[in-house]
C-alpha cells in the first residue's frame, strides 16, 4: 500500500550536496530531534546520546576529519550519535535508574539487574568496552533510521557519515572514551539538486522470504 511514509521513504536518499542557503526550521528540528528520542532501545537503556554541531569552526575542522566530506559544512544541522559505554554495566547507578524508572518493584530491582540484564550481557558477550560499544552502535543506528524517516516525512534530507577518523573524532570532542564513543554522523539539510537517477531497490521477492 502506497502511503504517505512509504512516499516519503522514496523521497529519501543519501544527500550529498545541500543548499546552504536554507535552514531547518526549528520546530521541525525538534520534531526529528524527538523521534530519536522515542526510538526503541534494548532493555529500554536509551544508550545514545546526540551532539548538535553548530559551530562553523568545529564543522570545518570535523569536515577534515571525515575525509573532507562536504555535506559536514553545508548541510543546516550535523548530528554526531554517542554511545554510552561504561554506564551500561549491570553494576553501574545508570543500569539502576534505569530499572527503577520502568517501576520495577524495589525488591525485585537487584534480581532483575545482577541476574536477567548482567546474564543478557554475559550471554552475549557485551563484557568490554570494544563489546559494549558494538552493541550500543547497533542500537545508535535505530534512532538515526528513526530520525532519516521523520526527516524525510517533513521532507528534510539526510546523510549518514561512516566515513570519519573515529579516534580522532573523539579527541576533537573531547570525549572520555571510557563514558562515549561516537558510532555515526548525520547531516540533515535540504538538497541542492534531485538525485541524477531514481533509488534502486532489489525486488521484495528478493527480499523477504516467507516460510
Known sequence: MDNGFIQAMRFRYACKKFDTTKSIPPEVFE????????????????????????DKEKKERLKALCWNQDQITQASELVVYLSKIADMRSDTNYA???????????????????ERYKGFLQANGYVDSQSIFQWGARQAYIVASSMMDCAAYLGVDSCAIEGFEKD????????????????????????????KRASSRIDMNDFVQYI
Not at 524527538?34 to 551532539?51: A, D, H, N, Q, Y
Not at 573523539?170 to 571510557?178: I, K, S, V, Y
Open 31 to 54: 520534531s526529528i530531534l524527538e523521534s530519536g528520542r522515542l526510538s526503541p532501545s534494548s532493555f529500554g537503556m536509551e544508550p545514545t546520546r546526540l551532539l548538535v554541531v553548530r
Open 96 to 114: 539502576m535508574w534505569s530499572f527503577m524508572r520502568k517501576g520495577i518493584n524495589a525488591d525485585r530491582i537487584k534480581a532483575y539487574k545482577d
Open 168 to 195: 580522532g573524532v573523539e579527541r576533537f570532542l573531547g570525549l572520555d572514551t571510557f563514558a562515549y564513543q561516537v558510532a555515526l554522523i548525520m547531516t540533515f539539510g535540504y538538497r541542492l539538486e534531485e538525485p
